[in-house]
C-alpha cells in the first residue's frame, strides 16, 4: 500500500536518507571486522592483530553510538573479536616451544 500522508511520505523520505548514509558506516565496519579476523588467522605479528582487532571494536563502538547499529548487536560482535584475540593470544606462546627438538628435554632412559 502507497504511502497516503504527507508524513509518511516524508518519513519514507528521511529513512531513505538515512540509510544511504548507514551503507556506508556499516560497510565500513564489516571490512574492518574481516580484516581484523583475517589478521587473527594470519601467523604475523601479535602487535598488529592486537592493532587490527582495536580498529574493529572502535569502529563498532562509534556505529553503536550513532545508532547505526543495535548496541546488542555491537556488543555481540566486540565479544566475538575478543575471544578470537584472546584464544589467539593463549595459544602464540604454546607454539615456539613446541616446534623442533633443540632445546628440549632428552627422553627418558630405559633400565631394566
Known amino acids: 500500500m502507497a504511502k497516503r500522508t504527507a508524513s509518511a511520505k516524508k518519513q519514507a523520505r528521511a529513512s531513505a536518507r538515512r540509510s544511504v548514509r548507514n551503507r556506508s558506516a556499516k560497510s565500513a565496519v564489516k571490512t574492518l571486522i574481516t580484516k581484523a579476523r583475517q589478521s587473527l588467522r594470519s601467523s604475523g605479528d601479535a602487535s598488529e592483530k592486537t592493532e587490527s582487532t582495536v580498529e574493529a571494536i ?37 607454539q615456539p616451544a613446541a616446534k623442533g627438538k633443540k632445546g628440549a628435554a632428552p627422553a627418558p632412559s630405559k633400565k631394566k
Not at 569502529?59 to 584464544?87: P, V
Open 58 to 94: 572502535r569502529a563498532l563502538d562509534r556505529a553503536a553510538a550513532k545508532r547505526i547499529l543495535h548496541r546488542n548487536n555491537a556488543a555481540r560482535r566486540k565479544s566475538r573479536l575478543a575471544r578470537r584475540l584472546a584464544k589467539v593470544a593463549t595459544a602464540a606462546p604454546a
